[in-house]
């Protein structure tokens, strides 16, 4: 019963690199989601999905790009990082908002 | 623009007290209202939620009051225990447009003293 497990939990990237943050949900939902929580920002939506093939630009998109190639995986890419993405990434799912979302634990990411 | 309001950034509160969090909103649109809970390291975990057509939902310990009019809600947590030491976040959504997603506040730092 994994619930919505997101890989890696820790890293360290250099400016300008890229790399892939994952996302899985085990509970058939339909809808997904990726959120940045910085200090004294909250959670502000990055973007999400609302079916497998589809995905729409939230509140704050610029620089991230994501697929949702398959129901179940829900991927946040980062082309060339920069330290304003230093962040944490919350990953989420949902059948509808009347039930709430389900977090994954979280990815932890530092751009030096 | 922020239309979902967490003013008080932190809180504290002695065990076995009422603990009451404040949430406002500025989209007359919203119509469906949640609390989410936060401990360190670990993703938001959903609490209780609230729709326009109540004023008030109760499970268990936590109980949420609306009030449309003043577009104002709070979370009551009675009795305080120190476990309840959380960042707790106030959620909203436009029910009627289908799965909008939730647009969440900035959170209060709940400290329950022993």
């Known amino acids: 019963n994994a619930g919505v497990t997101q890989t890696p939990k820790f890293r360290v990237l250099k400016t300008g690199q890229s790399m892939t943050l994952l996302c899985a949900q085990d509970?058939?939902?339909?809808?997904m989601y990726w959120y940045r929580q910085d200090p004294g920002m909250g959670l502000r939506l990055i973007h999400y999905s609302v079916g497998e093939g589809t995905t729409a630009k939230g509140e704050v998109p610029d620089g991230y790009n994501v697929s949702r190639l398959k129901k179940q995986n829900f991927l946040l890419g980062l082309e060339s990082a920069a330290p304003s993405q230093t962040s944490v990434y919350f990953c989420a799912s949902s059948y509808t908002v009347f039930e709430g979302y389900t977090f994954g634990s979280g990815t932890r990411l530092t751009v030096v | 623009d922020q239309q979902v309001k967490q003013n008080s950034p932190s809180l504290s509160v002695q065990e076995g007290r009422i603990s009451i969090l404040n949430c406002d909103y500025t989209n007359s649109m919203f119509d469906y209202f949640l609390w989410y809970k936060k401990y360190p390291a670990e993703g938001p975990t959903f609490l209780i939620s609230i729709s326009s057509i109540k004023d008030k939902n109760e499970d268990g310990r936590f109980t949420v009051f609306l009030n449309k009019s003043a577009k104002h809600l709070s979370l009551h947590i009675v009795p305080s225990q120190p476990g309840d030491s959380a960042v707790y976040f106030c959620a909203a959504s436009p029910i009627g447009s289908g799965n909008t997603p939730l647009v969440f506040g900035k959170g209060t730092r709940l400290s329950v003293i022993a």
């Open positions: 509970m058939n939902h339909e809808y």
